[in-house]
């Protein structure tokens, strides 16, 4: 039941700007939601989280570019990524970080950045 349907991504040169998309069926809005990234040979890092009451919060790595929120009604999870390096290109993931959808993942949206 539950889906997670990411969009947005492309390519884009350094110091430009993408709006990632994920619309999220079959969760609650009581969900924390998340956004993930994996670079090719890189673990995978948690970009940032906002919890159903609006509290976000970011990794280091992208603190003061990135930008999320949430539409609940839209069952929608944004990722506003400004002043992009290529250090974030990575393939995107929109994620639920509550249970019992936390075990859901999305087929992600590639984010590519050149120089």
């Known amino acids: 039941q539950v889906q997670l349907v990411e969009s947005g991504g492309g390519s884009v040169q350094a110091g430009g700007s993408l709006r990632l998309s994920c619309v999220a069926s079959?969760?609650?809005?009581?969900?924390?939601m998340g956004w993930y990234r994996q670079a090719p040979g890189k673990q995978r890092e948690l970009v940032a989280t906002?919890?159903?009451?609006?509290?976000?919060n970011y990794a280091d790595s992208v603190k003061g570019r990135f930008t999320i929120s949430r539409d609940n009604a839209k069952n929608t999870v944004y990722l506003q990524m400004n002043s992009l390096k290529p250090e974030d290109t990575a393939v995107y993931y929109c994620?639920?970080?509550?249970?019992?959808?936390?075990?859901?993942w999305g087929q992600g949206t590639q984010v590519t950045v050149s120089s």
């Open positions: 906002i919890n159903p009451d609006g509290r976000i």
């Open positions: 994620k639920p970080l509550t249970p019992p959808y936390y075990a859901y």
């Open positions: 079959g969760i609650f809005s009581i969900n924390v």
